[in-house]
């Protein structure tokens, strides 16, 4: 997935949760449906991402700690091995 694909599909995701949170949306019930199966649709790909990121956040950390004292560098292969494509 493109980079841009995946910005859209994040925004849509932020989009509809603001959405799910105005009570006005609750008068229409069909519209509730359309929102909160889409917002379900997106939820597995939000959580992904945002899991990917504090891997990211994580291998960053072990590779400053890795710098400062090597036996941080087995960390460092494992969090890249969970980072990796």
Same mark, same amino acid.
């Given at each position: ?15 509809? @949760?603001?959405?799910?949170?105005? #009570? ?7 519209? +509730?449906?359309? +929102? ?7 939820? #597995? ?5 945002? @899991? ?17 004292? #090597? ?7 494992? +969090?890249?091995?969970? +980072?990796? #494509?």
């Amino acid at each position: 997935m493109s980079n841009d694909r995946l910005t859209t599909l994040l925004a849509e995701y932020a989009q509809l @949760e603001k959405q799910m949170e105005d #009570p006005a949306i609750h008068t229409d019930q069909a519209l +509730v449906r359309r +929102v909160g199966r889409r917002f379900a649709e997106l939820a #597995p790909l939000h959580a992904a991402h945002t @899991e990917l990121e504090a891997a990211r956040a994580d291998l960053a950390a072990a590779r400053e700690l890795a710098a400062e004292d #090597p036996s941080f560098a087995t960390e460092v292969e494992a +969090v890249a091995a969970a +980072v990796a #494509p």
